[in-house]
């Protein structure tokens, strides 16, 4: 399943590409930064372009994995559903065609008719990225396809992706905000236990080519499953002599969460930063030691990609409730949760309802929950 991962790569690359141009090219970047108020809403299409671009990635890499695994088509799931209502009622399923011009078509009739728009969107679905070097030789992975269910987050961190601050950021250095915190997260999970077992994160907004202008990315992968244990991104070494550890929180972080994490970590080792994809991110390159969230606001999309990274460097994501209940537990993807509990509707039952605890070691997990415990 090597070609899977190598597959992986690339429809990410291309869900990349997707992301820069509509925010390279007017037309489309309008369209993304667009406020939608009162009348206009009304006359407009119904769901906003961003969501239509997220809707646009999706349901190409539900494609192009499809194509080379039909076994997993209907194992290939995110945040949106692909069903538009156009500014005239009309009612219009989002795929991807066969060629460019009929995808074009298509897109057009959810754009109220914007041929432009919809041209430059179709243009970067069909276009072969780049090729990527991921030096994934002489990786086995043994994974049948039909084992396997894949969780997509088109675009993490939208708020950030739309407000388009830049920075100019520096290996070894986590940045609270800005573009890069964007991600594009593309994970695979064991259907029979729910464990994530592959994982690719693209940083569409990596580095701006200052004569350019022009954005290039950057990527990660991991895979754990059995004996194989692979990462794109070296083993961090321990903190070496730091008094505790470090870590990042969401802004919206519980005050009690941030007191306690504030004396366990010691000065100027507790961060703040946007992005569940990229918090668990800055975990994986050894930016912060553990990434703590004590609310059920992250989505089976935002943390399966990132987790098998993490299992693949010795680590996990684990469900922060059931750790301070009893023993931690790691987040599973295959079912919703509570499982057969008809109240939970729509995104809600695929969230992270219990919080979570991003880590690379599992000492630093006991550590945490224990600093935790009786205060939430
Ligand atoms: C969001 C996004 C937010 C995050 C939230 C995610 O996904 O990553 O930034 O909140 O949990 O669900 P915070 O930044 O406070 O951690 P999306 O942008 O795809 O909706
Ligand atoms: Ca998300």
């Known amino acids: 399943m090597a070609d899977l991962l190598r597959l992986l790569l690339r429809v990410a690359e291309k869900a990349a590409n997707v992301a820069r141009v509509c925010r390279q090219e007017a037309p489309l970047f309008q369209l993304l930064v667009q406020e939608k108020t009162g009348d206009d809403k ?3 299409f119904v769901q906003d ?6 809707v646009v990635i999706q349901e190409m890499i539900r494609h192009d994995v499809g194509a080379e695994f039909p076994e997993m088509a209907s194992f290939i799931h995110g945040e949106e559903s692909n069903k538009f209502e156009n500014g005239l ?11 460019e011009d009929e995808t074009a078509a298509l897109l057009a009739a959810v754009l109220d008719g914007d041929r432009t728009a919809a041209s430059l969107l179709a243009g970067a679905i069909h276009q072969d990225p780049a090729s990527i070097d991921a030096h994934t030789d002489g990786l086995a992975v ?9 969780w997509i987050d088109p675009i993490d961190a939208t708020s950030q ?3 388009g601050r830049e920075e100019v950021l520096e290996e070894g250095h986590l940045f609270p905000s800005g573009l890069h915190c964007a991600l594009v997260l593309i994970g695979v999970y064991l259907r029979s236990t729910g464990e994530p077992v592959m994982g690719v994160i693209n940083q569409p907004f990596h580095h701006k080519d200052p004569s350019s202008g022009r954005w290039s990315g950057r990527h990660f992968w991991g895979v754990c499953c059995g004996s194989v244990r692979a990462c794109s991104v070296a083993r961090a070494p321990p903190s070496a002599g730091a008094p505790g550890l470090s870590a990042v929180l969401s802004s919206s972080e519980k005050q009690v969460v941030k007191d306690s994490l504030r004396s366990l970590c010691g000065p100027g080792r507790l961060a703040l930063a946007s992005g569940a994809g990229y918090k668990i991110l800055c975990v994986i390159q050894g930016l912060a030691d553990v990434y703590v969230l004590s609310e059920g606001s992250t989505f089976k999309w935002d943390s399966c990609a990132p987790h098998a990274l993490l299992r693949a460097l010795g680590g996990g994501v ?4 059931a750790g301070l209940r009893s023993q931690p537990t790691e987040l599973t993807y295959h079912r919703h949760h509570p499982p057969g509990d008809g109240e939970q509707r729509g995104a809600e039952r695929w969230a992270n309802h219990g919080g979570l605890v991003a880590y690379r070691d599992p000492a630093q ?7 935790l415990r009786g205060k939430l």
């Not at 372009?49 to 997220?54: I, R, S």
């Not at 043994?142 to 894949?150: A, H, M, R, T, W």
């Not at 997990?365 to 600093?371: D, F, G, Q, Y």
């Open 161 to 163: 992706y739309i407000e």
């Open 365 to 371: 997990l006991h550590t945490v929950i224990a600093a």
């Open 42 to 44: 009304n006359k407009k």
């Open 142 to 150: 043994p994974l049948d396809p039909s084992q396997l269910g894949i």
């Open 89 to 99: 009622g009309e009612s219009v399923t989002v795929t991807v065609c066969g060629t």
């Open 318 to 321: 684990a469900d922060l409730a």
């Open 49 to 54: 372009f961003k969501t239509l671009a997220d």
